[in-house]
């Protein structure tokens, strides 16, 4: 069964501190990752994808992969109350779908 | 405006009575998925489907039905509806099945 697992949190994170989102999976045959940020009673969207080793940023976001390690993570840098979400993890497995974790709740204190 | 709509947004039944739940996109997405979203489970996948008349199960597809039979509009049928399918349903289309445009949602209630 592949899997990918995400602690659900909550996690509690001062305002204007850095929040680190971790995700591992168990498919070697994926390639891509996503995570996509979903608020309370609303639809998941997209904030961040990645392809390829290392770490790549969009604003106060970066998302950083190993596939050595099948380690994906979130960072969000100068958190802000309105980061407060369920962050979603997703790979892009070996079967050409998107292959979910059950998501990190976010609670960011002003 | 790019959008995926779903309807209707919530509905309460009862057990046995037929239901469809329409999705419909106007982004010319060949992918179309449906999702259920159950507290502590996540996003399970339930039917999919990558291009008119052409659909394929997802992990949880049964009681459910799909059909595809133009490219903008995939419904979802409850058949004989049960209260273990009382969810919140996401509808979702992409144009190359990674990056999903996700609907409003649909709160569905099974008594």
């Known amino acids: 069964q592949k899997e990918v697992e995400q602690n659900s949190g909550p996690l509690s994170v001062p305002e204007g501190a850095i929040a680190s989102l971790n995700c591992t999976y168990s498919?070697?045959?994926?390639?891509?990752f996503f995570w996509y940020r979903q608020y309370s009673g609303k639809s998941p969207e997209l904030i961040m994808f990645i392809y390829s080793n290392g770490d790549k940023e969009d604003g106060r976001f970066t998302a950083q992969l190993n596939k050595a390690s099948q380690y994906v993570s979130l960072l969000i840098r100068d958190s802000q109350p309105s980061d407060s979400a369920t962050y979603l993890c997703a790979a892009f497995g070996g079967n050409y779908q998107l292959i979910w974790g059950a998501g990190t709740k976010l609670i960011i204190k002003p | 405006e790019a959008q995926v709509t779903q309807n209707p947004r919530y509905l309460i039944t009862v057990t046995g009575k037929k239901l469809t739940v329409t999705c419909s996109q106007n982004?010319?997405?060949?992918?179309m998925s449906w999702y259920r979203q159950d507290p502590g489970l996540g996003l399970r996948q339930i039917y999919y489907?990558?291009?008119?008349?052409?659909?394929d199960k997802g992990d949880v597809p049964e009681g459910y039905k799909v059909s595809r039979k133009e490219k903008r509009n995939f419904p979802l049928i409850l058949e004989s509806p049960s209260p273990n399918q009382t969810s919140l349903y996401f509808c979702?289309?992409?144009?190359?099945?990674?990056?999903?445009?996700f609907g409003e949602g649909s709160r569905l209630t099974v008594l």
């Open positions: 982004m010319n997405h060949e992918y």
């Open positions: 489907s990558m291009n008119v008349e052409v659909t």
């Open positions: 979702a289309s992409s144009r190359d099945r990674r990056e999903l445009f």
């Open positions: 498919d070697r045959g994926s390639q891509s």
